[in-house]
């Protein structure tokens, strides 16, 4: 097994290592083998495989130090990447977590980090972009490090550029300098030489104010970035697709997964290099892509499972087997199961008790439904592994020998009992007996549940006319959805109507009609303009919104909802914005460079200032977008008069990624860039010819004076934060007012309330190709709902005894998922009830209930009870 | 919880509590293993379920 | 009932705790075998009432892990 996320999780050979492959001899593997699953005779086959579309998701590789002779890799132990060091860190890795350095297993005291090693960098590597994600990490490397070594480890970063500049970033940046005492050198070390009779590291670097430093470090990690490997530039080639000057997939602003080759898409850090939840927006991206030009087929390829009925056994007597996994000799080389199996087949209403060499394979499967038929069993406990991934799998087996899924109980031996215990066989076999006798108190308590069925509504909302909800509601109708768009202003565009340039240089305007064309046009994409959301009802697959328009109100049904309401750019009341025509805001400038304004042409110098209420206390967020925009827009001027001085000024250019070519290109073509520290920000005076701008210079560590004729401040991307949607959705939101996301790595683009999706700015702040993605990815995930027609709740939900129920509200206020509310009619009006679609079984509500009223099934309280007695008889 | 078992004499060193994510399974070996030595050290005492003290008049 | 063996009930969160007990099987820790566990779909279904039960039952000590 190469790792263990693998998929399948099977081991496999390796030939190179193989004494049978590589000399004919030995072949134990096979003879030991019980289920007879090893064949050495399995060769290499070409498949051909006919599809509609093919997506690329290949990664990158780290960059390979080894050729960086001054920062001693090759040569020195203690000198390693940021992968190894990740490896370190891991309780799976090879020091199971504990922070030691290679050549003495000692623990270090000092650490060093080295950014853009690999990155940002022609004279050494062929790299001259930014892998983006490297200052993050190296921030939670220096962190985790120090929560496993202990405050006293001195960690320092010596970075060019600190770019956090995704969603969190800012503040855990922040926190990681103030809280954990992470220690930032922005310097870039030149020489490293080993200290002589020790195994120590000797820095030489030149700080901030010019002063030469050295120190010693017992360790030195280097952030290495990311990069295609040659393999797969020769992929790209074989399939005629076009490469970036930094041999990443070429793609377009407004097509951000398409390859140059129609029908091949492409996510991931082959797109260009990019962090987890990027790749995971990518993906679902992609997929919506390739599934809009699936859209005709979809399903035709799928086969229909047939399910036998439900055997009815309400009111019988319990008759329980209990099916006890050797797991090989996992499980039975440290318990003794034949003798579980005897003590089980002696418990109270076990029918019968057996033994399966591995409970999981098929033939066991097939054995025990046979036998489930057979005896007329109508529960069923399995002692194997963890439920957590085999559970799915025996219900499965209940189902097809018509037993309700719910009627079984999984308990684990495997890895809380034999896996931990092996050198106490006799304790091992105890506690598996143990363990087998609460799961048979339980099952025998186990009632047959009913998941609800809920029909899916086969339409979409989209809330926002921006470009997010555009690009939704475009992919919505392409894969055959009927599509509500709602805008509440009265025109489609949203921010992009103000935006002149893509960072690729492309003209926003042009693109951004074509698309509200196709949008207006399609049959299936309804537009409500001037609409505001008056009130939503239902849950997932069955929303129910009141739309209003100008006093008129109409109800639209829909399964799925994205929110793609955008955000607006900050105005800001310091650099004496609003005080003077000159001063104007980045999205201000564009409306001048595209209305080619006169003002442009007379301009003999210009300024940008950059983090304009971003990056602040109150605002403490990246708005991930400004640096590119500025050094954009820098160069553009640039291009229509070259003689004129441009300035930008900047506290860390966040130009990420392949963005980082235009900043080159930016300080090639003459722009001059000045940083300065947020305890000294730069001073604006305008006069009646010139604006003066006061700033200390960090090289020179001097004021400066610049005379401009034009300040551009790059301000914030601040979300709408409006809180009536959200609770309309029950959907949370951030400190700063942008949605929280399901999972901030995995589920970027949906909540945690099944049936509602977001994305573009109301998400965090992003350029046009990004929105694109995420709008594309939150269809993706909301089709593979809106696909299935049906939706089942589980079945291990809780209900309401409303008999008992004495409408103290507890369960409504405390519920996580607003799941239970009064009864607003019938008999019980007034008392709890709990909607089963929202329900997620946690069973908070059960816990707090003061009647005893609410019922979690499957987990009920009187089953935990006879789990409880159950551990009597042992004692 | 734990001043409720003390009021009913029981030791609330009988009590754990404890966050563990899921990947933390060395965490979770370590507070096992201390929950185990906590509660032997508790059965090792002579007295066992004893209130030192009536806290009710 | 040996002095050396008290026996202890955990109640494990599903999503936590239960997956990082597993996780220690996966690695092949070793751990004292006295706790028996008791799955719980989260540590908001725990009442006081299992915790009193339990120590009732004789249970030596309870640990509830989120």
């Known amino acids: 097994m190469e790792y263990p996320q693998a998929v399948p999780l099977k081991y496999r050979i390796d030939p190179e290592a193989c004494i049978y492959l590589q000399k004919g001899k030995c072949g134990v593997c096979q003879k030991k083998c019980p289920v007879d699953a090893v064949d050495f005779e399995q060769k290499p086959q070409t498949v051909n495989l006919n599809v509609g579309s093919v997506i690329l998701a290949p990664g990158f590789e780290p960059f390979s130090p080894t050729g960086l002779e001054n920062y001693q890799y090759a040569r020195h132990p203690n000198v390693i990447t940021s992968m190894e060091f990740e490896r370190i860190l891991s309780a799976s890795g090879p020091t199971t977590g504990h922070v030691v350095r290679p050549s003495d297993n000692a623990e270090p005291e000092k650490i060093a980090w080295f950014q853009c090693v690999g990155s940002r960098d022609l004279n050494r590597c062929d790299n001259s972009y930014c892998s983006s994600v490297c200052c993050m990490y190296a921030i939670k490397e220096a962190v985790i490090a120090k929560e496993h070594v202990g405050e006293s480890l001195d960690c320092s970063i010596f970075f060019m550029d600190m770019r956090t500049h995704g969603k969190e970033f800012e503040r855990f940046y922040e926190s990681a300098r103030d809280r954990s005492g992470v220690r930032f050198v922005r310097s870039r070390v030149h020489t490293v030489t080993p200290v002589p009779d020790s195994d120590d590291l000797e820095l030489r670097y030149v700080t901030e104010k010019g002063e030469l430093k050295t120190e010693i470090f017992n360790m030195l990690v280097l952030s290495v970035g990311l990069q295609t490997s040659p393999e797969l530039v020769e992929l790209a080639q074989n399939l005629d697709i076009e490469l970036t000057e930094g041999r990443f997939a070429a793609t377009d602003a407004f097509s951000p997964v398409e390859t140059s080759r129609p029908g091949i898409f492409v996510s991931g850090a082959f797109q260009g290099p990019k962090d987890i939840p990027q790749s995971v927006v990518d993906s679902s991206a992609a997929s919506s892509a390739a599934g809009e030009l699936l859209a005709d087929v979809r399903n035709t390829r799928t086969k229909e499972k047939k399910i036998p009925p439900e055997t009815e056994v309400t009111g019988d007597r319990p008759k329980i087997g209990v099916f006890i996994c050797q797991c090989g000799t996992n499980i039975a080389g440290v318990v003794d199961v034949p003798q579980v199996v005897e003590y089980a087949s002696a418990l109270p209403y076990v029918e019968l008790a057996t033994d399966k060499l591995f409970a999981c394979s098929q033939d066991a499967q097939e054995s025990m439904s046979e036998m489930i038929r057979e005896k007329g069993l109508n529960r069923i406990v399995v002692a194997a592994c963890t439920p957590k991934t085999h559970e799915p799998l025996f219900q499965e087996t209940l189902t097809d020998a018509g037993l309700n899924k719910y009627l079984f109980e999984m308990t684990n031996i495997r890895n809380q009992d034999s896996w931990v215990h092996k050198n106490n066989p006799e304790l091992a076999t105890e506690k598996a007996k143990d363990l087998v006798r609460m799961a048979v108190s339980k099952v025998s308590l186990q009632e047959p549940l009913e998941e609800l069925e809920l029909g899916v509504h086969p339409a979409a909302m989209v809330v926002g006319g921006g470009i997010a909800g555009m690009t939704a509601a475009k992919s919505f109708a392409a894969q055959g959805y009927e599509t509500h768009l709602v805008e509440r202003g009265d025109r489609l565009g949203g921010q992009a109507r103000n935006i002149f340039h893509t960072a690729k240089g492309d003209s926003v305007s042009e693109k951004l009609e074509e698309l509200i064309r196709s949008v207006e046009s399609s049959d299936k994409i309804h537009v409500h303009m001037n609409t505001a959301l008056k009130d939503v009802e239902g849950f997932v697959g069955n929303f129910k919104s009141l739309l209003s328009s100008n006093g008129n109100e109409k109800e639209v049904e829909h399964g799925v909802t994205v929110l793609a309401t955008g955000a607006e750019a900050y105005k800001p009341d310091e650099y004496g914005y609003g005080t003077d025509d000159r001063i104007m805001t980045s999205l201000e400038l564009d409306q001048k460079l595209k209305e080619d304004d006169p003002v442009i042409k007379g301009l003999n110098a210009a300024a940008f200032i950059q983090c304009v209420g971003s990056r602040e206390p109150g605002r403490m967020y990246c708005s991930r977008l400004c640096c590119t925009h500025s050094v954009e827009n820098a160069l553009e001027l640039k291009k229509r008069n070259p003689e004129m001085n441009v300035y930008v000024l900047y506290r860390d250019i966040r130009t990420y990624g392949e963005k980082e070519y235009l900043y080159r290109d930016a300080r090639k073509t003459g722009v001059i860039f000045i940083r300065y520290s947020p305890d000294d920000k730069p001073v604006v005076k305008a006069g009646k010819d010139k604006i003066t701008i006061t700033a200390t210079d960090h090289v020179l560590q001097m004021p400066v004076e610049l005379e401009v004729d034009l300040v551009n401040l790059a301000t914030a991307v601040i979300p709408y934060g409006d809180e009536k949607l959200a609770n309309f959705f029950k959907v949370p939101m951030n400190e700063d007012g942008f949605f929280i996301e399901k999972h901030a790595k995995l589920g970027p683009s949906e909540f945690s309330t099944d049936g509602v999706y977001l994305c573009g700015l109301a998400h965090y702040p992003k350029p046009i190709d990004e929105s694109i993605a995420q709008a594309k990815a939150a269809v993706s995930r909301a089709v593979t709902l809106l696909a299935r027609k049906t939706v089942y709740s589980s079945g291990t939900i809780a209900q309401v005894d409303q008999q008992l129920c004495a409408t103290c509200g507890v369960c409504v206020s405390i519920c996580p998922y607003s799941a239970p509310s009064f009864a607003e009619e019938g008999r019980f009006a007034g008392k709890a009830e709990i909607n089963p679609a929202l329900c997620k079984g946690c069973g908070l509500c059960t816990a707090s209930c003061r009647s005893g009223a609410i019922h979690l099934k499957g987990f009920d309280t009187d089953q935990i009870f006879s789990q409880i007695f159950g551990i009597d008889e042992a004692i | 919880m734990k001043n409720l078992l003390e009021h009913m004499g029981i030791e609330p060193e009988r009590l754990h509590f404890s966050w563990i994510s899921s990947a933390e399974s060395t965490k979770f070996v370590d507070v096992a293993t201390k929950v185990t030595e906590a509660a032997k050290s508790l059965e090792n005492k002579e007295k066992k379920f004893v209130k030192t003290k009536p806290k009710v008049a | ?66």
């Open chain 3, 1 to 66: 009932m040996s002095d050396k063996n008290p026996k202890i009930l955990s109640f494990l969160c599903n999503w936590c705790s239960y997956g990082a007990a597993d996780l220690a099987g996966v690695s092949r820790m070793e751990y004292p075998s006295n706790i028996r566990v008791i799955r719980i779909p989260c540590t908001g279904r725990m009442s006081p009432k299992f915790i009193l039960a339990a120590l009732r039952q004789g249970a030596d000590a309870v640990w509830v892990s989120g």
